[in-house]
């Protein structure tokens, strides 16, 4: 099993004021993917479930399945279609290193609620303020990914997408839309869970992901 930094997080943070593009990451998963002798199953959560689909796009031979939690694949939704989704996800406000605080606030709120941000213990808040820019900066670029539908259509892995029922409501049209245009996938969500359904109920989720990979 490999569960790798993302970049700019763990050991090498990323510069801030440095641009960045998320598909960075996705060279790097799929140069890891190139490595290993068999096809493996690919796991992410929210930017890490966006990079997990990406990278089966890139290697479909290499996958062999996917399960992400609420992956941020805001592509998948459509003017006229889903415009009250795509207003919340254009919500938030870009990045300003003079004032990180006010950009992790919107973020993590949009997210979790209002409040979530003050409430974080001071340890939290702080690893979030290290890791700020980088986290916006894939904000930024995912933004304006446009990978459609029918271009996730081409994963043909067994895929779960996983989405708590109490998660903000543009992801929940993130991840049926996800569900539903991929032509191997199923959708099963959570009741009582929201974005960070993987930390909160972690045993739960946990499950479903190792039965998903028993049964592919």
């Given at each position: 099993?490999?569960?790798?930094?993302?970049?700019?997080?763990?050991?090498?943070?990323?510069?801030?004021?440095?641009?960045?593009?998320?598909?960075?990451?996705?060279?790097?998963?799929?140069?890891?993917?190139?490595?290993?002798?068999?096809?493996?199953?690919?796991?992410?959560?929210?930017?890490?479930?966006?990079?997990?689909?990406?990278?089966?796009?890139?290697?479909?031979?290499?996958?062999?399945?996917?399960?992400?939690?609420?992956?941020?694949?805001?592509?998948?939704?459509?003017?006229?279609?889903?415009?009250?989704?795509?207003?919340?996800v254009h919500q938030l406000a870009p990045y300003r290193l003079e004032d990180p605080?006010?950009?992790?606030?919107?973020?993590?709120?949009?997210?979790?609620?209002?409040?979530?941000?003050?409430?974080?213990?001071?340890?939290?808040?702080?690893?979030?303020?290290?890791?700020?820019?980088?986290?916006?900066?894939?904000?930024?670029?995912?933004?304006l990914d446009r990978t459609t539908r029918a271009q996730y259509g081409a994963i043909?892995?067994?895929?779960?997408?996983?989405?708590?029922?109490?998660?903000?409501?543009?992801?929940?049209?993130?991840?049926?839309?996800?569900?539903?245009?991929?032509?191997?996938?199923?959708?099963?969500?959570?009741?009582?869970?929201?974005?960070?359904?993987?930390?909160?109920?972690?045993?739960?989720?946990?499950?479903?992901i190792c039965a998903h990979i028993a049964a592919s």
């Amino acid at each position: 099993m490999l569960a790798p930094d993302l970049i700019g997080y763990g050991a090498e943070p990323w510069p801030d004021g440095t641009p960045f593009d998320f598909h960075a990451d996705v060279d790097r998963i799929v140069g890891m993917l190139d490595e290993l002798a068999t096809p493996t199953h690919l796991v992410g959560h929210s930017y890490g479930g966006l990079v997990a689909l990406q990278a089966a796009l890139a290697r479909p031979a290499r996958v062999k399945s996917v399960a992400v939690y609420e992956p941020v694949t805001f592509g998948v939704l459509e003017p006229g279609e889903d415009d009250a989704a795509l207003a919340s996800v254009h919500q938030l406000a870009p990045y300003r290193l003079e004032d990180p605080d006010a950009w992790l606030s919107a973020f993590v709120d949009w997210w979790n609620g209002p409040g979530a941000w003050a409430r974080l213990p001071a340890d939290t808040q702080a690893a979030f303020r290290r890791t700020g820019w980088k986290l916006s900066e894939e904000v930024r670029s995912l933004a304006l990914d446009r990978t459609t539908r029918a271009q996730y259509g081409a994963i043909t892995a067994p895929t779960l997408v996983l989405v708590g029922a109490n998660t903000q409501p543009a992801e929940l049209r993130v991840a049926e839309r996800l569900a539903a245009a991929l032509p191997n996938a199923r959708l099963q969500r959570f009741a009582g869970m929201g974005h960070m359904g993987p930390i909160t109920h972690a045993l739960e989720v946990n499950a479903a992901i190792c039965a998903h990979i028993a049964a592919s």
